[in-house]
């Protein structure tokens, strides 16, 4: 078997990163920075919003369900909230900060008086990383965590749930569901059933998606990740707008420059920087008026 430790490993959102930029995608999640040599990460008040939320509601799935809304999930946000507070959470002022404090708070309590399938059995993938060989011949692992899986007892299937903290909503060409049912397939022995993404932020509840298949999904992803270890190797991780960069790389690049506070790390001790949040735009400089 090949070795783990210099294996390609990928994961949705580095896929995500790639796609959008393989310079951010180096930036992102190759680049160490050479005063720590830790990796670097960008905080924001959208990024700290969705982790303090998941990082409650994925808790749960630790518990047996007669114990999960013992105690008050608000409670355990305000709690939770103290590592994003700040600079830290990517927040400009007390204002900006008091504005996203309450949209989680909104969230958490929707979740408590509709805990729907949260109130019901759930599965649990014992690797604290779910992680499994996309393919041996070519050294690459696909990895990545699952929010939720709710157990269906009458099948002996699971069904894969996404938390959605966002306004948006997710694309219909992304490659999220297709990742997560190959991590769910290969991570532990029980077929999925369905899969349905949960936008919280407006109160909706699940939105059922169609699952995909497997061997296509492993195949495109494949594919990618072939291309990312390719460039990778030939050092070619470069954006394809050039030197002036896109929004992906930017927000990077100020980093690299200089022109980014360094204001903590993360749990994963990656060096997390407060970036302006005008770094990843055009400048008004790019364009004329005639």
Request: aromatic share 8%; net charge neutral.
């Amino acid at each position: 078997m090949p070795d783990k430790f210099t294996a390609t490993w990928v994961s949705h959102s580095s896929i995500s990163d790639f796609l959008k930029c393989p310079r951010a995608y180096y930036l992102g999640n190759v680049y160490k920075n050479p005063q720590t040599g830790h990796k670097v990460k960008i905080t924001s008040p959208s990024l700290s919003l969705g982790s303090a939320v998941h990082e409650i509601l994925e808790s749960l799935s630790n518990l047996p369900t007669a114990t999960r809304f013992k105690k008050s999930l608000l409670d355990q946000f305000t709690s939770t909230w103290k590592k994003f507070t700040g600079k830290k959470g990517g927040f400009l002022s007390k204002e900006q900060e008091a504005e996203y404090k309450l949209r989680g708070e909104k969230m958490i309590r929707h979740v408590m008086e509709n805990p729907g399938p949260l109130e019901n059995l759930s599965v649990k993938i014992k690797q604290e990383l779910p992680q499994f060989w996309l393919s041996e011949k070519e050294e690459i692992i696909l990895c990545g965590k699952v929010d939720w899986l709710e157990y269906l007892p009458d099948t002996d299937t699971v069904h894969i749930i996404d938390f959605k903290t966002g306004k948006n909503s997710e694309s219909e060409s992304s490659l999220q569901l297709p990742i997560y049912s190959l991590l769910v397939h290969n991570c532990q022995q029980r077929k999925a059933d369905k899969a349905s993404y949960w936008y919280l932020a407006n109160g909706d509840g699940l939105q059922e998606k169609p699952l995909p298949d497997l061997k296509q999904a492993q195949e495109e992803i494949l594919q990618i990740a072939k291309k990312i270890k390719l460039q990778k190797k030939l050092n070619k991780l470069d954006c394809p707008h050039g030197q002036k960069g896109c929004f992906a790389c930017r927000p990077y690049e100020a980093i690299i420059s200089g022109q980014a506070e360094l204001v903590g790390q993360n749990d994963f001790r990656q060096d997390l920087y407060l970036v302006d949040p005008n770094a990843g735009k055009e400048s008004s400089e790019d364009s004329v008026i005639l």
